[in-house]
């Protein structure tokens, strides 16, 4: 069964700094990888989609790689801002069964210091 | 830019009744999910929807809920008996009829239930 952790469960950082956030999952048998955006009591705002035989997506400050054969995501804010503050989550698309459904991770609490 | 949206945002029902989750997909998709997020926890699949059918349902999916796309642009979610254990944020999402390689899911803003 495929499990998704995030690691770290909450980051605290300055206003400007480079961070990075981490994502593991425990069967490389995915068709592609989703990070996403929830800010407190909302929805969830797609960020970048890596798909399986891809190594990085990115998107303005954004970047994400992925390394499917060790099982392993990160995602890369550049100068962070405080608008950053939010919850990341990553999910992946397992193969089998209809393969279309996520399986998330926990996320990681950002919180970006004026 | 096309959005899922979901009605109510928020609802409050007494444990026992049924409630009905409303969701109207991005227009030109044609796959369609239910996740839900107990507060504090991962968010979970529930159910998914394809060419009038369920296509894949987890073990929570049991025969209290349903689906339903009742016209061609909705898509509802029933709890036929809730219980306190039903309470959650509920997402609506959607994608497009593309390989699962590059299948991105786009999410409402949800509902939040509340069973009292």
């Known amino acids: 069964k495929q499990e998704v952790t995030q690691i770290p469960a909450a980051l605290s950082v300055p206003e400007g700094e480079n961070l990075v956030l981490n994502c593991s999952f425990t069967d490389s048998a995915i068709y592609n990888l989703q990070w996403f955006r929830q800010d407190p009591g909302k929805g969830l705002t797609s960020l970048l989609l890596?798909?399986?035989?891809?190594r990085e997506q990115t998107s303005g400050r954004l970047n994400a790689s992925l390394d499917k054969s060790s099982g392993r995501s990160t995602l890369y804010i550049a100068a962070s801002q405080p608008g950053d503050s939010a919850t990341y989550l990553c999910?992946?698309?397992?193969?089998?069964?209809?393969?279309?459904?996520?399986?998330f991770g926990k996320g990681t609490l950002l919180t970006v210091n004026p | 830019e096309p959005e899922v949206t979901q009605t109510p945002s928020h609802q409050v029902t007494q444990m026992g009744q049924e409630v009905i989750l409303r969701c109207v997909p991005i227009s030109n998709h044609l796959y369609f999910y239910w996740y839900r997020q107990i507060l504090g926890q991962k968010v979970e699949f529930l159910v998914s929807f394809y060419n009038n059918e369920i296509s894949e349902k987890s073990e929570i999916f049991d025969d209290q809920f349903s689906v339903e796309r009742p016209d061609g642009s909705n898509f509802t979610l029933k709890i036929r008996s809730t219980k306190l254990e039903d309470s959650a944020m509920y997402f609506c999402?959607?994608?497009?009829?593309?390989?699962?390689?590059?299948?991105?899911?786009?999410f409402g803003q949800g509902t939040r239930l509340t069973v009292v």
């Open positions: 999910a992946v698309r397992p193969r089998g069964g209809s393969n279309y459904k996520l399986t």
């Open positions: 890596i798909q399986s035989s891809q």
């Open positions: 999402a959607s994608s497009a009829a593309d390989t699962p390689s590059n299948t991105e899911a786009f």
